[in-house]
């Protein structure tokens, strides 16, 4: 039977959410919430539809609720027909996610959860409500998008090879036509540059992006980012925090990639060389195909421990995903 899935969120890579699922037969995509309402069907969502609805404000034109509280409206009453959701949702402030699954916990619902936040106390945060997620039997897998996700899961499978890890060491490239197709994920990028920090770039208004991004030729330089691969290649015990760095370069007026996105494990060998294990992701494969695809790899996944009685937080690096036909 496929998986009743639902998204929150439908901003960018809420919307390239709804196309990957388009094409998948094990997973059936039934709701989706924006601030404006939400949208359910049980017999499933077509993606352009969905996002056709979306220029006019809101999902909820799709046929389900058009107003304020469309995510606590949707917990309340949509839920209950979803095995799982991927929170697409906007990490700012830092602690949204965390509220948010609050109120799962409060709603007594019971299912899988999983999200593609990013950074290191966001995620400490939901680290913490281990126990509230396992009393409320939800399974909930924490940073399942592409950094920390896909990356810090090779990551943890790239430092079998040694018998010390010195330096995990993360470069993505990121190319996108229009940042305002990935507003929040922008915003959240603006918030790890020197000067700026989640409040502050919350706070910025369309145009004072543009205007940075004018200054700086469309593109986000960044480096040693707070980053939830180290807490998370760490909570292994695979190396210290402070052995992992991440960074990149994020182009908002082109799609090409400015940069390979690159992973390098290096470390020592029982024979005591040192080496170093390098994955470069293809150019071709855009953030939300590396975002939204181990996603619900992590939530079919997730839904396999559901069913076993595995409820509890997890992470990226705990588990393999598994692939969604």
């Known amino acids: 039977m496929a998986i009743r899935v639902g998204v929150l969120g439908f901003g960018g890579l809420g919307k390239a959410a709804a196309r990957v699922l388009a094409g998948k037969r094990e997973m059936i995509w039934v709701a989706a919430v924006d601030r404006g309402g939400?949208?359910?069907?049980?017999?499933?969502?077509?993606?352009?539809?969905?996002?056709?609805?979306a220029t006019q404000g809101t999902v909820g034109h799709l046929g389900g609720y058009v107003g304020p509280d469309s995510l606590e409206r949707a917990i309340a009453q949509v839920?209950?027909?979803?095995?799982?959701?991927?929170?697409?949702?906007?990490?700012?402030?830092?602690?949204?996610?965390?509220?948010?699954?609050?109120?799962?916990?409060?709603?007594?619902?019971?299912?899988v959860l999983v999200d593609a936040i990013k950074r290191t106390s966001a995620v400490t945060e939901l680290l913490t409500l281990g126990d509230r997620l396992q009393g409320a039997r939800i399974t909930y897998l924490?940073?399942?998008?592409a950094t920390p996700g896909l990356l810090t899961?090779?990551?943890?499978?790239?430092?079998?090879?040694?018998?010390?890890?010195?330096?995990?060491?993360?470069?993505f490239g990121v190319g996108i036509a229009n940042w305002q197709a990935y507003q929040a994920t922008i915003r959240e990028d603006i918030a790890h540059m020197p000067?700026?920090?989640?409040?502050?770039?919350?706070?910025?208004?369309?145009?004072?992006?543009?205007?940075?991004?004018?200054?700086?030729?469309g593109r986000l330089t960044l480096a040693n980012m707070e980053h939830a691969d180290d807490v998370l290649l760490e909570r292994l015990g695979i190396c210290d925090r402070r052995q992992v760095?991440?960074?990149g370069v994020v182009d908002t007026r082109h799609p090409q990639k400015?940069?390979?996105?690159?992973?390098?494990?290096?470390?020592?060998?029982?024979?005591?060389?040192?080496?170093?294990?390098?994955?470069?992701?293809?150019?071709?494969?855009?953030?939300a195909a590396n975002v939204?695809?181990?996603?619900?790899?992590?939530?079919?996944?997730?839904?396999?421990?559901?069913?076993?009685?595995?409820?509890?937080?997890f992470t990226s690096a705990d588990t393999m995903p598994r692939f969604v036909r």
Not at 142 to 145: D, F, K, M, V
Request: net charge negative.
């Open 142 to 145: 924490t940073g399942c998008g």
């Open 195 to 217: 000067g700026y920090d989640v409040e502050t770039a919350r706070a910025l208004t369309d145009a004072e992006i543009e205007a940075l991004l004018d200054r700086t030729d």
């Open 79 to 111: 839920a209950p027909h979803v095995d799982g959701f991927f929170l697409a949702l906007p990490n700012l402030p830092n602690d949204f996610i965390a509220q948010t699954t609050r109120q799962f916990i409060a709603a007594g619902w019971s299912g």
């Open 245 to 247: 760095t991440v960074g």
């Open 38 to 53: 939400y949208a359910y069907h049980p017999e499933g969502l077509v993606a352009e539809a969905a996002l056709t609805a």
């Open 292 to 313: 939204c695809g181990p996603a619900f790899g992590y939530l079919k996944a997730g839904w396999e421990m559901h069913q076993r009685g595995w409820h509890g937080i």
């Open 153 to 171: 899961a090779a990551a943890a499978l790239a430092a079998q090879s040694f018998a010390e890890v010195h330096r995990v060491d993360i470069r």
């Open 258 to 287: 400015p940069v390979s996105t690159t992973l390098q494990v290096t470390g020592r060998t029982f024979e005591g060389a040192i080496a170093t294990h390098t994955l470069t992701l293809g150019d071709e494969t855009s953030m």
